[in-house]
């Protein structure tokens, strides 16, 4: 297939088939110079002598009807891997568009669509992204669309082309003239048979040379006249009220699932997966208009620790092999990122962008949805819910910043206040360098080391300025001595170096209730320890609201914290600022780890089984459950039936003297002493004594059969059912008392070999309807909401 370099408005890639070509802005159609239209679509009708029988067979309608201008519809257009798609915008966006399109605004018009989330300029015919980093794409007005035989949907007109088609189609209708052929300057056909036939076909001249069939080469497309004469999904439109916010931060590398798709794609996966489960899970609550919906929105680190203001990447790349240049690149994007976090440079640099990023993301939604009263909740998968775990731990209860308001107006300390400071500390020599670059309190607390140094202040200054600036400006209940540590999580016994140099041990009262391995070394300095069971020497920064509940997905957490040497959290330790905490996973993510062990260990918690978003266990586990009954159902008949034969058969003294079987007895010991003790007493012969202990072993072998063959069903029976008591148990404070591990349930081709899904385990959960309907319901539980189960 040819192109012309001068063509415009095309297709990217309308058709897979190398026999179609896009068609391009033509204003008004021509005739080729030379010949005529019969000499042009002879060859084409010869080629496809089934499209001739086709439209004859189509019943016209005698009377022609009216002309009706055709409904515009807008789409946009989404290219990924070298494809090219156009996909359609809800009724709601489309109706805004047109009306701003209609409008006499001589100026750039944006229309806020797909939940606010992209603002489209309806002169320029562009979409952009509204809250991340995303190039534009192409909007149009489409009303005539195309499919050839290959492709698997119809495909827009560019709007050039459109109208001519429109024109053509109007005057064929008002005149009642069909098979009318139209031809464009790029060699394209397209005839008019009839209202219901429109097709498009492609002169032997433009054809690829690679071509190997003709048949190929001549066959048409099939145009279609408007949205609704098409197969397309439409999507149903937002509501526009948002209940919910939520914050979705990934984990390690740029890709999120097998797919290799971003954390923008996934995300939006889960939000379409959100509103399919309100739609039926919350039916009448949103008619009712309880319910809108919840707004999940992507937090990207990635991009910020591997751009070009770390240069981490080019530093790493000069010291990679090249050999295996593919896996090496894998593990530099990816893998490298865990130790990253455990660095103290990268690590901040990590926890600064994911900070700033939702901290930017929720002025940015409050600015775009002014009228938003509802709670703010935070997702984290893999590493990156550890990194908020951290962040958690590490917030200040009280804070008059984390409630959103400036920093203006947070701090109230001025120049005076730095010289009287600095007057105080007999440094008040350094006052000129630090007001020449607008440092007070406030400022010199977010400061480091290298900041001061930069500035040409010696060590000792330095450290005399930071200590005093943290100290000052911290309120006065996250002040707990050298070592800063969280309520909950302590050591039992500490060595510190203070300033002076001079080692001091022991812990406060607060500090008690962390349980902490002895470390071997003590050269650590935990003076930047602050609040928490953080990095070292880590200064993590404040949210700018409080968080409702934290969402991990497959989280390493409990590995990470037992790595660090804490071997329990207080069962009354709380985040400081969240109150709720889900550890959600798959049983066969190789990266998740439990969290409820670690606070409750004398007692053995199996973990919530998440319900299937269908209102029930999944097949093969309902089959195991099944099977399980059956076989202690199976256990009881058999011991049963031997005991009332042997009551049948047995008239022997001994077997007189046995007592009846109490009802779920299931030893014989005492059956068995009563019998030698009968024998005893009525003083038997020797016949009697050996019959009796016949007798005995007829009886020790259901005990052996059962022992043998039902002993670990009965166990995993007894362990279901307690797995269902145990839903009640309270579990520390760190969601509020209620249980914190839930695990999915595996799909049934999963259970055949874990190992082979342990991969995808870890990357289920942006697509799992069961995770998705776990945040509903605890959303909308404490707005008092609940969900109703569908009929199925």
């Not at 005149?175 to 048979?193: A, Q, S």
Request: glycine share 6%; charged share 25%; aromatic share 10%.
């Amino acid at each position: 297939m040819s192109s012309s370099p001068g063509e415009e408005g095309r297709l990217p890639q309308a058709a897979p088939s190398h026999n179609t070509q896009d068609l391009f802005d033509s204003p008004a159609p021509t005739e080729a110079a030379g010949n005529t239209p019969e000499d042009q679509v002879s060859p084409v009708l010869d080629a496809s002598p089934s499209s001739t029988t086709s439209f004859e067979m189509i019943d016209m309608e005698t009377v022609p009807a009216p002309y009706r201008e055709v409904q515009p519809h807008w789409f946009f257009c989404r290219r990924a891997n070298d494809n090219t798609s156009w996909l359609p915008f809800s009724r709601e966006d489309s109706d805004k568009l047109e009306q701003a399109c209609n409008s006499a605004d001589e100026g750039e018009v944006v229309v806020a669509v797909d939940g606010e989330r992209y603002d489209v300029h309806v002169k320029e015919r562009k979409r952009y992204a509204v809250y991340w980093e995303q190039g534009p794409t192409e909007v149009r007005r489409c009303t005539w669309f195309y499919k050839g035989d290959k492709d698997t949907r119809f495909m827009p007109y560019s709007e050039d082309f459109g109208k001519s088609l429109e024109e053509a189609y109007m005057i064929a209708v008002t005149l009642d003239e069909w098979k009318t052929k139209l031809d464009f300057p790029t060699g394209e056909t397209v005839i008019l048979h009839n209202p219901k036939l429109i097709m498009q076909y492609q002169p032997i001249g433009l054809q690829d040379e690679w071509m190997t069939s003709p048949s190929e080469q001549t066959r048409p497309r099939t145009v279609k006249r408007g949205v609704e004469n098409i197969i397309v999904e439409i999507p149903e439109g937002e509501p526009e009220k948002v209940d919910h916010l939520v914050f979705m931060v990934h984990g390690i590398g740029p890709a999120c699932d097998l797919r290799f798709r971003s954390i923008i794609q996934c995300v939006n996966d889960f939000r379409s997966a959100s509103l399919s489960l309100l739609a039926s899970h919350y039916k009448r609550a949103q008619q009712d208009g309880q319910v809108s919906r919840v707004e999940f929105l992507p937090v990207n680190w990635h991009s910020a620790l591997h751009g070009d203001a770390t240069g981490v990447d080019e530093d790493i790349q000069r010291i990679t092999l090249p050999s295996i240049s593919r896996l090496r690149h894998f593990t530099n994007d990816t893998l490298l990122d865990l130790f990253f976090y455990n660095s103290p440079t990268y690590c901040q640099t990590i926890v600064d962008t994911v900070a700033s990023e939702i901290n930017r993301l929720h002025t940015l939604f409050k600015q775009r949805h002014p009228e938003f009263t509802g709670a703010v909740s935070v997702v984290g998968h893999s590493l990156g819910s550890l990194i908020l775990f951290d962040m958690l731990t590490n917030q200040v209860a009280g804070s008059e910043a984390r409630e959103g308001m400036p920093s203006s107006e947070t701090c109230h300390l001025n120049y005076d206040t730095l010289e009287q400071t600095l007057t105080r500390l007999g440094l008040e020599q350094y006052l000129d360098t630090l007001q020449a670059e607008n440092l007070d309190l406030e400022s010199l607390s977010l400061c480091h080391d290298s900041d001061l140094k930069v500035l040409g202040i010696p060590l000792g200054p330095r450290k005399k300025i930071l200590k005093y600036a943290k100290r000052k400006w911290l309120p006065e209940d996250c002040k707990t001595g050298t070592v800063h540590l969280a309520p909950g999580l302590q050591f039992p016994s500490q060595v510190t170096n203070d300033h002076d140099g001079n080692q001091s041990s022991g812990v406060t009262p607060q500090q008690s209730q962390f349980h902490r391995t002895q470390s071997v070394t003590s050269a650590v300095d935990y003076e930047y320890f602050d609040v928490g069971i953080g990095q070292v020497s880590i200064d993590y920064p404040q949210l700018a609201f409080r968080p409702q509940t934290f969402f991990a997905f497959g989280s390493p957490i409990g590995m990470f914290l037992t790595v660090r040497g804490l071997k329990r959290i207080d069962p009354n330790y709380t985040f400081p600022t969240c109150k709720s905490f889900y550890n959600i996973y798959h049983p066969y993510d190789p990266v998740a780890y439990r969290i409820e062990p670690m606070i409750v260990s004398e007692v053995d918690l199996e973990p919530m089984l998440i319900p299937h978003h269908k209102g029930r266990k999944r097949m093969h586990l309902e089959l195991k459950d099944s099977l399980t009954r059956m076989s202690m159902d199976l256990k009881n008949n058999v011991l049963g039936s031997l005991r009332t034969a042997w009551q049948s058969f047995s008239r022997l003294p001994a077997a007189a003297a046995l007592p009846p079987v109490e009802e779920g007895e299931t030893t014989i010991e005492r059956n068995l002493e009563e019998t030698h003790a009968s024998a005893a007493v009525t003083a038997s012969s020797e016949s009697e004594e050996k019959s009796a202990d016949f007798w005995t072993k007829i009886l020790e072998w259901p005990r052996a059969l059962h022992k043998h063959y039902f002993q670990g069903v009965c166990e995993e029976v007894e362990s279901s059912v307690s797995a269902e008591q145990q839903s009640e148990i309270k579990v520390g404070m760190l969601n509020g008392g209620r249980r914190i591990d839930y695990v999915l349930q595996e799909k049934p081709i999963e259970s055949f070999n874990e190992y082979l899904f342990a991969i995808q385990s870890h990357l289920c959960y942006w697509e799992s309807e069961d995770t998705a309907l776990l945040l509903l319901k605890e959303i909308y539980d404490k707005q008092g909401v609940a969900f109703e189960q569908p009929q199925q």
